[in-house]
């Protein structure tokens, strides 16, 4: 049964983008960074962050209007709770996520126009500027599966790899938890060269180091290292059209060893395409994003993988959000 929508409904959903929007301008300013432990006022924050004292004034007091900030005769504080996720320093920060998300609400933002052209949205960095623009991604995608890596790895059951090819591994949050689970493996972690000093200062920091080798490349244009026995794709089939999986699943192919697996880790949608419904809502992200990337179904992977030579493909866990598991063998 669908929904029966009122006005204020629509109206109360359309109001979303809006704290959404101060959160944003927030992160990219680095206002809870920037006031850290101490009580200040807005002309004097403002002339720190180089920002008009008007217009700092308001960001700050709606802030304070959604509790992200403390507010006491025209002094401006940060709740130790708000620290401990919106800064850098902070024991659960996502910062680099809301920084994220701040990049991926310019190109929403322009969904209409997308959707009536097919292209992606013209891509707009924040202040912060392109490469950092790039090293908050990458550190998103390290707090995302920095906390659901290990137990992700520990489900998947006992695992005898020699070698792990880790194909687009970002920070090595992947790498890092299949070479804890399985103590005599070593691992080669490939992306792109800007990723790799952010994934070896990572790895370093896990004592790992010794057992990691780095391979920079494009895994569009460039073959990936042979040898491996296992290879993890994780996140990355949503940005491919099926034609570059295709492509990228025969370059994994070509790279494993006999008999070798293969495990992707992403969105699996229903047959319907509505079901997980954050998965619906992914594919707008990549619709808007990339020029043909989206969410696929069990089948469409299925059949692009068994197109690049691999058997026995299996989900073998299914998820509401990121973390489906298919596998397959090289046949």
Not at 16 to 28: D, I, K, N, R, S
Not at 94 to 109: I, K, P
Request: charged share 20%; with cysteine; hydrophobic share 50%.
């Amino acid at each position: 049964m669908t929904r029966a929508w009122t006005p204020d409904d629509v109206l109360s959903l359309m109001r979303g983008f809006q704290p959404a929007c101060v959160l944003a301008a927030g992160a990219e300013l680095d206002v809870f960074g920037a006031i850290g432990g101490r009580r200040v006022t807005a002309p004097a924050l403002a002339a720190e962050l180089r920002a008009d004292p008007r217009a700092l004034t308001i960001l700050l007091d709606a802030l304070a209007s959604l509790d992200l900030l403390g507010k006491e005769g025209g002094e401006y504080t940060v709740p130790p709770s708000v620290a401990a996720v919106l800064t850098a320093t902070g024991s659960r920060s996502v910062l680099a996520m809301v920084r994220h998300q701040a990049n991926c609400l310019r190109r929403w933002a322009q969904l209409a126009a997308v959707t009536r052209g097919g292209a992606p949205a013209d891509r707009m960095p924040s202040l912060l500027g392109e490469e950092a623009d790039q090293a908050s991604f990458i550190g998103a995608m390290h707090d995302l599966a920095g906390t659901t890596a290990p137990a992700l790895v520990a489900e998947l059951g006992p695992l005898t790899f020699r070698r792990l090819l880790d194909v687009g591994g970002a920070s090595g949050s992947y790498t890092i938890a299949f070479l804890e689970a399985v103590p005599g493996a070593v691992a080669t972690l490939f992306d792109l060269p800007a990723v790799i000093p952010m994934a070896r200062q990572r790895v370093a920091e896990a004592g790992l180091a010794d057992r990691v080798t780095f391979a920079p490349g494009d895994f569009y244009v460039d073959p990936l290292p042979t040898g491996a026995d296992f290879a993890w794709i994780s996140a990355i089939v949503h940005q491919n059209s099926r034609e570059q999986n295709r492509e990228l699943f025969a370059n994994v192919y070509a790279a494993l060893t006999d008999r070798g697996q293969v495990m992707v880790r992403d969105i699996v949608m229903d047959e319907s395409r509505t079901q997980p419904p954050a998965g619906a809502m992914f594919a707008v992200n990549m619709l808007v994003g990339t020029q043909g990337g989206g969410t696929f179904t069990f089948a469409e992977l299925r059949d692009d993988l068994s197109a690049a030579g691999f058997a026995d493909v299996t989900l073998v866990r299914q998820d509401e959000w990121m973390n489906s598991i298919i596998r397959a063998v090289k046949g």
